[in-house]
């Protein structure tokens, strides 16, 4: 499976392409950088190493593929984008020294960083020590920092953006250009294997959509894989919205439960379930580490909110590697400091619907839609809830609701179908399957259902 989808920058701008590729050693770019050779080559365009004749240094040039040229609010992204980086002096992102266009090829040069990525890292190493991996990460972490205190978000944050040099500092490339090409393509832009839910979806994203791509790559270091990969593009982006993350020491029974728990809270579905901030992740990644930073941020006062929502972390992650028992112990501890935490009370739902107590279950989704009306994913489970002691008429009002606070995921569509179709609603079971099969074409067993379904309604 090809990690982007760029075909249609791709042939938009083969012929031009073509002749940057070619070009030779020793060809000066304007009147300052004078070609060395090609470094390498990618959908977002070419790379050569370059000198700088007139400050005397090695730069890395990176011409944009020529097809977003064609779209002239792409071009101003671009421009826009690189001044920004290139006021953005961090020593854990890669330099943007300057921008400009040269026979209608845009480019922008760069620092020149000796290295290899941790794309070839991991290719050569697969998994990694969990110290190293603490290192690395918390490198990148204060890279993110930095670069979204200013409102940039990177949008395709994967190892080959990750330089590793010699004694393992870290620097983070190719801030922005994801944003570049969804601009000129009108398409959600990325590499499947570590795109957010959100922006699979093609919603706004913001630094929490970062933190989901720092997830995938942790546990693509700690496992040698990652979590999610689809037979094709779409099917892997259907993964990262509706499957659940195998949990790492699924995959790796010697994961450290700790970094087990670090990842998957990285990977929650939800943005607002995730780290809010990279020097979130950061602290969590020092706790890890058991750095002087941790043993200060652990003696600092916390305020009874912050208590329950770390023991709600706790019990998430025991729930998630099906610890149940340990799971009631931790709520217990949620609910002492805050009675009114909607998502302790959406596990404690979830919990109860594991053990087929469906009338509990109910009770708790019901508190936590009280609660928080825009919890997506408790409408859903309270409709399935509902569903299980077959009250359809319940279930239908919760699933329509789910449909409307997340209109884009199937799953609610196909449990309206079922109870409608419970209740004798043929024609209403028809349309949610409908919507169920625009939104997630390959499912099978429901196209299957939507044809007797179809076929029952003809004779």
Known sequence: MKDTLHEDIHLAGANSLDRILELPTGYMIGSSYKIIRKLGIGAM?????????????????????????????AVELFRSEARALAKLNHPNIVQVYSF???KGWLYFAMEFVAGQTLSELLDAEGRMRSDKIGIILRQICEGL?????????????????????????????????????ATATGKAMGTPRYMSPEQALGLKVDAR??????GIMAYEMLVGDVPFEGENYRKTLEMHVHSPVPSPRSRKSNVPREWDFFVKDLLAKRPEERPSTASDVIRRIDALLGTKNAAEADTMPKNPKEEADRFYQKARAHFEIAEYRSVRDLLEEVFFRNKDHAKAWNLLGALEL???????????????????PGFYETALNLGISLQKQNRHSEAIWAFERATKLMSGIAAPWIHLGESRLA????PGAKKAWERALDLEPSNRNIKKRYEDLKRAMAL
């Open 45 to 73: 365009g070419v790379v050569f190493r370059a000198e700088d004749i007139k400050l005397n240094r090695n730069v890395a040039l990176k011409f944009l593929n020529p097809a977003i040229a064609d779209s002239t609010e």
């Open 100 to 102: 400009g266009e040269e």
């Open 145 to 181: 920092e930095a670069s979204h205190e200013t409102g940039m978000i990177h949008r395709d944050l994967k190892p080959a953006n990750v330089v590793i040099m010699q004694g393992e500092k870290v620097k983070v490339m190719d801030f922005g250009l994801a944003g570049v090409a």
């Open 209 to 214: 959509s970062d933190l989901y791509s720092l």
């Open 354 to 372: 594991k053990s087929n107590n469906f009338s509990e279950s109910t009770k708790a989704f019901a508190k936590a839609l009280t609660i928080d």
């Open 423 to 426: 209740l004798r609603d043929l």
